[in-house]
């Protein structure tokens, strides 16, 4: 099955993850023009009213760009959907987010027909986040349009399958649109998830550590100072298991070697939060050397997958 035409003919068959209080216009705004599918998470917009104004500047600022670049268009962006029942604003969001006609709804913590189909209402698409194949068949059987697979080594909330094993197996029931997440942080890594089946590759920690990113400097500069084995997975800071950086995890006062229980009741006190304080990344930060603007990782990232198809191909 070919790609729906909104993701074809990007620079690179990528798009950058939804990262939860990093992303906001100005990284998204960066990223389309770099060549490459941006996101951000609907809740980074707080309060709910500035989700509007945040969908006015980037649909004005892109519109603007290709106007000024016909020769170099900018890629489509995308807005994070948790659709669980947890999330009260969710069908706010939607709403506004129906209005502006967003191209790409990525939609994360359940699978919902309405929101598959008010998305649908303009001709937007919606992927699907799923980290296993019985996840990945629920959205799929609900209209969900493509899917995101989130296997182990991603940052957040990643799963526990291999990508191999993860792609195998939602291939053998689905011919969509599918997008792999794990440990990508090279243009390398991105012709090994097409090759492995998938058709886009999902990037989020690398753009923690650009200029455009809205993370603390002393985060941007741990992911650039970080390796794999710098990242744990626990469930201890949200209840559900995730990865972060253990430098931020002694910052914030505890050993990462030594945490309490898994999914024991977490008390960080009035001064410290997870998320905010202690800081996620997946385990392809080794690739990272340097905070550098977004369009300079694209272009890293584009060459890394040019000399990667040269090599399979000699």
């Not at 599918?178 to 753009?207: E, K, N, P, W």
């Not at 009035?270 to 340097?290: H, N």
């Amino acid at each position: 099955m070919s790609l729906p035409p909104i993701l074809q003919n990007l620079r690179l068959p990528v798009i950058a993850a939804p990262l939860f209080i990093v992303s906001t216009p100005d990284l998204v705004i960066a990223q389309c023009k770099a060549g490459i599918v941006g996101s951000f998470p609907a809740l980074n917009a707080r309060p709910q009213s500035l989700l509007a104004e945040w969908l006015d500047r980037i649909t004005s600022e892109l519109a603007d760009h290709d106007a000024r670049h016909p020769e170099a268009k900018a890629a489509p962006f995308a807005v994070n959907q948790i659709v669980h029942r947890s999330n009260p604003r969710l069908m706010e969001d939607l709403e506004t987010c129906v209005k502006y006609h967003v191209p790409i709804t990525i939609c994360s913590l359940g699978a919902r027909e309405d929101v598959y189909a008010a998305v649908h209402s303009y001709g937007g698409i919606a992927l699907h986040d799923v980290i296993n194949p019985m996840f990945a068949r629920k959205a799929v059987e609900k209209g969900a349009d493509g899917l995101i697979a989130v296997a182990a080594g991603a940052g957040g909330h990643a799963g526990t399958l291999s990508p191999f094993a993860l792609v195998q197996e939602i291939r053998a029931f689905f011919d969509g649109p599918l997008v792999l997440s794990g440990a990508i942080a090279t243009g390398g890594a991105v012709l090994a998830a097409r090759a492995m089946g998938a058709d886009l590759a999902y990037i989020g920690s690398a753009f923690i550590a650009t200029e455009e990113a809205n993370a603390k400097p002393e985060y941007k500069r741990m992911v650039a100072e970080s390796h794999a084995d710098d990242i744990m997975y626990t469930d201890f800071f949200s209840g559900v298991p995730g990865s972060y950086l253990k430098p931020s995890v002694r910052a914030a006062g505890f050993d990462p070697d030594n945490l309490p229980t898994e999914g024991a009741k977490m008390d960080f006190g009035r001064e410290t939060k997870a998320w905010r304080d202690v800081w996620s990344a997946g385990q392809g930060i080794g690739a990272v050397q340097d905070v550098v603007p977004v369009a300079e990782l694209v272009a890293r990232l584009e060459r890394e997958y040019r000399a990667a198809r040269t090599r399979v191909a000699s």
